[in-house]
């Protein structure tokens, strides 16, 4: 049988991970991850629903009500317990800010006493963030943090939206009623917040827009909660009972799965008056639900202390359910983080700690350039620069021995195919006695071509002799397409080495450096590269116009059997006929010689060697300082990012601890579970629908039998150890 000592255990076991589960989502709210969606109970409701009285409720201290100090941003309230009662303020900035911009709203903040008061406080804050007198201080992402501690505290966190207005007024323009939308829009829409929709009792909620949003943003009302104020002045709007069926979830429109509780209001105060004190709210919450239409409600959706309860272990459950998304998320954002860190470099101040860093980076980078040239891919220690897994959208810019040899294969295939000026070959099919297409084509370019070229260049020569010139000049015809095609592949390789060059500073170097090492330094040398390489090119063309005889005994053997073949049955060939064989031949062979010189004068030599030669980290002390300075130096973006950076680093890092922590423990392996296959598979910009009725965890002592003696147990020990009024 469950010990009540057993049972008060367990409470304070459910506080413990109640706080460290609030202590995630804080570190969380101040880390701003835009990736990671807050499990959350946002306030809404409309300016005069009552949203602040609400919020008095809650936390037993009166929010201002004028406009100079009502907020015109989101409000984070933490309520914690601790021995001594304390109220400080204080603000997180928007992560857009610049970094000073964003020191200045994080060194505000106070703590409420005799020489500063509440309201003064918030007013502060609140001129600070947004001043009245600007334009657009409703458009502020700033967070105002309002942080209770007491020995009677909740441990509830809530965000309280600026209230909604229908019309514009001397305060708000339509500008700004805009803004307050599109803020409540941007908390409302996400699938991890929870809704409390505040409705007042003095109009009818069918013109409460903050009902029409909570349908719209919650379809299946599995993320709202609907709280009821001013249920005293119903009656005097004749809409009493319609107030009671609304509570009741009688109203089908307005059904909300997580309930609906009614708040009485503390009356208009005369001026010096003190604040109603939470016994006196008790007393009158009391007197009223315990007459009238309204003693048929249930005490449990009734007054301040039922709400108190409702939203504390429903926050618990919610943010426990998404715990193990919320830790994968965030080991995502610190791995972001980190990323982007790195990018940005670490800051040096002097030209030698410049160039220091440079000489690092260079060796850093060479480190990848060889594996990259001589094709063995294999990552230095700590690095993953080349993947280890094929590519379906084909080979990888790192891999530049790859990309090399593809171009090579296609460069010889090119010339192979359309390196001629015009093919002798036919795909049209041929009878068994007639001839070849092929020779009926060169048939005719014999005597079109050859016999006219023959005819044209005589010279003192006597009949019948050869004309040794005839050969080269042919081919030279020919060949007249293989400058293009090569000039092409000269041409596409170095794309492809500074394909690579992109990927390799965009992976080791920081970012502020990446393009000032561009203009400066790599653009310069792969211009020289392509320099040297084109002049290797202009070289090999002119090449092509020395008449040099083929010195490869292949020539004269393929020579020597075609004029066997010619000569078969006592056939006679003419000399424009040997000519355009010689030439076909001496083609052929001289095909095979230009690919390799190309391949490799050209490409090896100065291309892929010069990639080599790139990164000597020797260069880097020839440097001028005003280039060092030029490619090294950071801005002033880059100083204020980083420091943004760090902090938002170190909020993620005990984001990450306490997620590590959380995920271990029994107390949330239930809700874990229950939630497990839903945030596996539910988008993050889908509802999901899951949530219900706040229900505590199983005991892990106690049959199923007797889970709801435990469960009540257990409120019993909540309820003593957060001292809670039942």
């Known amino acids: 049988m469950v010990t009540r000592l057993e049972l008060a255990v367990d409470a304070q076991e459910l506080a413990s991970e109640q706080r460290a589960l609030l202590d995630l989502i804080d570190k969380l709210q101040f880390a701003q991850l835009d990736n990671v969606k807050l499990p959350q109970i946002v306030v809404v409701g409309d300016q005069s629903a009552g949203k602040s009285s609400v919020l008095e409720a809650i936390t037993g201290t009166p929010f201002p009500r004028d406009s100079g100090a009502c907020t015109r941003f989101a409000t984070e309230i933490r309520l914690r317990r601790a021995p001594q009662s304390s109220i400080t303020v204080s603000v997180i900035p928007d992560k857009n800010r610049s970094f000073p911009d964003q020191e200045r709203l994080r060194q505000f903040g106070g703590t409420v006493n005799a020489s500063m008061p509440f309201e003064q406080l918030m007013r502060t804050a609140v001129d600070l963030i947004a001043p009245k007198n600007i334009p657009g201080r409703f458009a502020a992402r700033d967070i105002l943090v309002v942080e209770k501690r007491g020995p009677g505290m909740p441990l509830l966190t809530l965000v309280d939206l600026p209230g909604l207005v229908r019309n514009a007024n001397n305060d708000q323009s339509l500008e700004d009623i805009k803004t307050i939308e599109t803020l409540s829009d941007r908390y409302m829409k996400s699938p991890r917040t929870i809704i409390l929709a505040v409705v007042g009792g003095n109009s009818d909620y069918v013109q409460a827009p903050i009902l029409t949003k909570a349908r719209y943003f919650d379809p299946n009302g599995s993320r709202t909660i609907g709280v009821l104020t001013k249920p005293d002045l119903t009656e005097s709007i004749g809409l009493e009972d319609k107030f009671l069926d609304l509570v009741k979830n009688k109203d089908k429109r307005n059904d909300f799965k997580l309930g609906w509780y009614v708040l009485l209001n503390p009356g208009p105060r005369e001026p010096g008056q003190p604040w109603p004190t939470a016994e006196n709210r008790r007393r009158a919450e009391a007197a009223f639900f315990n007459n009238g239409k309204w003693n048929s409600l249930p005490s449990s959706i009734c007054g301040a202390s039922a709400l108190m309860q409702k939203l504390s272990v429903q926050l618990q459950q919610h943010i426990g359910r998404h715990v193990h998304i919320l830790r994968k998320q965030v080991q995502g954002a610190l791995d972001e983080c980190d990323a982007e860190l790195k990018s940005l470099g670490t800051a040096k101040d002097t030209p030698e700690e410049m160039r220091t860093e440079l000489v690092e980076l260079f060796s850093a980078s060479k480190e990848l350039v060889i594996p990259a040239i001589y094709g063995f891919y294999k990552n230095p220690p700590k690095k993953n620069f080349f993947r280890v897994t094929a590519d379906p959208k084909g080979t990888p810019a790192q891999n530049l021995r790859a990309r090399a040899a593809e171009e090579n294969d296609r460069f010889a295939m090119r010339i192979r195919a359309h390196g001629r000026k015009f093919s002798f070959f036919s795909l049209l099919s041929q009878g068994p006695n007639e001839q070849s297409p092929e020779t009926n084509i060169k048939r005719e370019f014999v005597a079109q071509e050859v016999e006219m070229l023959l005819r044209q260049i005589r010279g003192s020569e006597f009949p019948m002799d050869p004309k040794p010139r005839a050969v080269y000049m042919l081919f030279q015809s020919y060949s007249e397409n293989w400058p293009r095609l090569a000039q092409e592949h000269k041409d596409n390789l170095g794309v ?87 030439m076909l031949i001496y083609y052929e062979l001289a095909a095979k010689t230009f690919i390799r010189n190309i391949i490799t004068q050209v490409v090896e030599r100065h291309l892929l060697q010069g990639m080599y030669s790139i990164f000597n980290s020797i260069e880097v002390l020839a440097l001028s300082t005003e280039i060092i300075e030029a490619i090294a130096a950071e801005n002033k973006e880059t100083r204020e990012r980083r420091q943004t950076l760090k902090v938002q680093k170190k909020a993620i890092e005990e984001a990450k601890e306490i997620c590590a922590s959380l995920a271990m423990r029994k107390e949330l392996r239930a809700y874990a579970e229950e939630g497990a296959d839903e945030a596996e598979e539910t988008s993050e910009e889908e509802d999901p629908n899951v949530y219900e009725e706040a229900s505590l965890p199983r005991h892990p002592r106690t049959s199923s039998g007797g889970e709801k003696a435990v469960k009540e147990g257990i409120w019993e020990g909540l309820r003593c150890f957060s001292q809670i009024p039942p």
């Not at 060059?501 to 920081?510: F, H, K, V």
């Not at 502020?512 to 090119?537: D, S, T």
């Not at 020579?559 to 000519?579: C, D, N």
């Open 496 to 582: 492809v080495c500074n394909e690579f060059l992109g990927e390799l500073i965009d992976y080791a170097w920081p970012k502020r450096m990446r393009e000032p090492l561009r203009r400066h330094f790599l653009e310069p040398h792969m211009k020289e590269l392509m320099a040297k390489a084109q002049h290797e090119l202009s070289l090999l063309m002119q090449d092509l116009t020395l008449e040099v005889q083929p010195y490869d005994p292949e020539y004269e053997e393929r020579l020597r059997a075609w004029r066997t073949k010619a000569s078969e049955g006592g056939a006679t060939f003419s000399e424009a006929e040997e000519v355009l064989e010689k």
